[in-house]
Nanobody, 123 residues
Framework: QVQLVESGGGLVQAGGSLRLSCAASGGTFSSYAMGWFRQAPGKEREFVGH???????YYADSVKGRFTISRDNAKNTVYLQMNSLKPEDTAVYYC?????????????????WGQGTQVTVSS
């Protein structure tokens, strides 16, 4: 059973930056694709980006060029660097693990989820 714990959320002004971390335990982290999703109040959870076990990365259009996903297999941790933040980025951010090396934007491909961390961007 894989367990995921996010951290690094908080309140930031528009144009600012935050780095989220997601620490994994209980599985073979280096072989999993890892995804980031977010959910704003009253909206469905949406895909932000993912990184495969070979470091192939894919991002939603809404964050492309502003957000960067990376991973440190030695620390069993995946990161989401968020720059040029906008008020519309306000949401609870979740990391998720697939049980295979690659995945897509589909939520059902990720059986393991963290509890989420709140990101609030003020205007």
């Amino acid at each position: 059973q894989v367990q995921l714990v996010e951290s690094g959320g908080g309140l930031v002004q528009a144009g600012g930056s935050l780095r989220l971390s997601c620490a994994a335990s209980g599985g073979t982290f280096s072989s999993y694709a890892m995804g980031w999703f977010r959910q704003a109040p009253g909206k469905e959870r949406e895909f932000v980006g993912h990184i495969s076990w070979t470091w192939t990365r894919y991002y939603a259009d809404s964050v492309k060029g502003r957000f960067t996903i990376s991973r440190d297999n030695a620390k069993n941790t995946v990161y989401l660097q968020m720059n040029s933040l906008k008020p519309e980025d306000t949401a609870v951010y979740y990391c998720a693990a697939a049980n295979r090396g690659s995945a897509t934007f589909r939520r059902d491909e990720y059986p393991y989820w963290g509890q989420g961390t709140q990101v609030t961007v003020s205007s």
